[in-house]
């Protein structure tokens, strides 16, 4: 679906911003992902999932990498 195609640009550019060490973009376009996965496929699904646990990964690096 194209809400589906939107989530996946979403988690891209979260991608990107976590490359450039902005956290906190990241984590804005990973919880728009998240919102659209949760609501499009569930909260059990595995995408859905898989973005819940990037946005703890870019939370573990935000507590490692303070000042970036």
Do not use: W
């Not at 992902?33 to 690096?61: C, D, F, M, R, W």
């Amino acid at each position: 679906s194209d809400l589906e195609i939107t989530a996946v640009s979403y988690s891209n550019i979260a991608g990107v911003y976590c490359e450039l060490g902005d956290f906190e973009k990241a984590l804005e376009y990973l919880g728009k992902a998240y919102k659209i996965y949760e609501k499009v496929l569930g909260p059990e699904h595995p995408k859905t999932e898989q973005v819940s646990s990037n946005i703890e990964i870019v939370k573990l690096l935000m507590t490692l990498f303070p000042n970036r």
